[in-house]
């Protein structure tokens, strides 16, 4: 009796962490289509029009990119966390409160940001307010999640794999990242006539979020899912650890001396010395695991990959010959677009469903179009925007609207997938309830 009660016991936890992953993937889709992604299309279309950055508000770049980058990623990420490690350490019911209440305070602080920014409604209140919220909700995810200890967990002479090393320097440098912003809107609150953070400020932020934050915790993950997903060989340890140190020294470079030359340069050394630990340039020893998944997944899965080469090297080109933000602005896309969102997208749909209750993907060819589109948008963004803001090709400013258009049409069908894939019963239940009346199970 005690052993079915205990198994019991542990279906219906799996079940509650099933729930609040999809509640967070579901809050993650919603910021990304409509703050998010649709929200930058309309700022593109009417900096397009005015063919001038300063034709849209700051406050409104800024909601935009708070929304993709925090209630979107952020989402995502702090829902598989609670679910994979809870699922590792089995924490009971414990674990699925604390996940709902995480989620509950980090959707208020995401919103509370988009809306403070968007509507200047008691923005200095609520730019504090957010900002707390979003805090909190991370320190529950991290004391939640720092206490797991899997089943067999290696003892202490064991040391942990290196993409759990990578995943948690990836944490810490998301908690200095909400500290970071923390004191940037309370400062903004107290002394600015606007809700805009300085762009000075916002421009080294952006920075601590992505290579201290971002870039890292993409890595590992892949130096977990890349050997199995694609057949390569296992990575390199020492490489990764290079990469990270060589990131880091790109954030400090930046926050600490404003060398952005050199900020640039170690970070084109971090993204080569990764791409090589991880095997990305080089042929799969086994067979990639496609099923379930496009045929075109080992090629998407690798070209991100190409996008953050491309960010590394306009980022050292813009301190060089930058005079209206559309060389940084190209750097930024190529790494946020082409290679954190694209590798969301590709990865997503290849784990998300299994996380959601052992589900399938709803259609392959949906999958293939939002990656294509995406990619193809990021590529006329990132082409035409230096020329246009710059001067240099007058024409590029029409073709800014299109590449908002594309990716918009590439996130949408991603985010029409990813609903219609947890609509759907789980597989075993689906094929279940289809199985011919009077047939026999096997």
């Avoid at 095997?279 to 075109?296: C, F, M, Q, Y």
């Amino acid at each position: 009796m005690r052993t079915g009660t205990t198994a019991d016991g542990t279906i219906e936890h799996e079940h509650a962490m099933q729930r609040v992953l999809k509640a967070w993937i579901i809050t993650g889709l919603l910021f990304m289509l409509l703050p998010g992604t649709f929200f930058g299309v309309w700022n593109l279309i009417g900096m397009s029009s005015g063919e001038t950055m300063m034709a849209i508000p700051p406050a409104w770049l800024q909601a935009h990119g708070h929304a993709q980058v925090f209630g979107w990623v952020g989402s995502f990420i702090l829902g598989i966390g609670f679910y994979s490690l809870n699922k590792m350490a089995g924490n009971a019911p414990a674990g699925a409160r604390a996940a709902w209440v995480s989620w509950a305070l980090w959707t208020l602080g995401v919103g509370l940001r988009w809306w403070a920014n968007i509507t200047l409604h008691t923005w200095r209140i609520a730019l504090p307010a957010s900002g707390l919220a979003e805090l909190t909700a991370f320190m529950i995810f991290f004391r939640t999640v720092s206490r797991h200890k899997p089943a067999g967990a290696a003892g202490p002479s064991q040391p942990r794999p290196i993409w759990m090393k990578l995943v948690l320097l990836a944490n810490l440098g998301f908690a200095a990242a909400l500290l970071d912003n923390l004191g940037l809107v309370m400062r903004t609150a107290l002394v600015s006539s606007t809700p805009a953070i300085a762009t000075p400020a916002d421009q080294l932020f952006l920075t601590l979020v992505l290579w201290s934050f971002l870039v890292p915790l993409i890595w590992g993950f892949n130096a977990r899912w890349m050997p199995v997903f694609l057949g390569l060989r296992e990575p390199s340890a020492r490489g990764l650890v290079a990469a990270w140190l060589m990131a880091l020294g790109a954030v400090l470079a930046a926050l600490l001396a404003g060398a952005w030359l050199l900020s640039g340069i170690l970070a084109m050394a971090a993204s080569v010395t990764a791409a090589l630990a991880l095997h990305i340039p080089r042929r799969s020893e086994r067979p990639p695991k496609t099923a379930g998944v496009h045929a075109s997944f080992p090629f998407f899965a690798r070209l991100p990959y190409a996008w953050l080469l491309v960010a590394s090297a306009l980022s050292i080109l813009a301190p060089l010959a930058d005079r209206a933000g559309g060389i940084w602005g190209a750097s930024r896309h190529a790494l946020t677009v082409g290679f954190v969102a694209a590798m969301v997208l590709v990865i997503g749909q290849r784990v998300l469903p299994a996380f959601c209750g052992m589900r399938v993907l709803f259609s392959q060819r949906l999958m293939f179009w939002s990656l294509a589109l995406l990619n193809l948008g990021c590529l006329l963004r990132v082409g035409s925007e230096p020329l246009a803001y710059e001067g240099i090709w007058h024409a590029g400013w029409s073709v800014l609207p299109v590449s908002g258009m594309l990716e918009l049409s590439g996130i949408v069908l991603f985010a029409a997938n990813m609903f219609l894939t947890l609509a759907r019963p789980p597989e075993h239940l689906r094929l279940h309830s289809i199985r011919p009346v009077g047939s026999r199970l096997s």
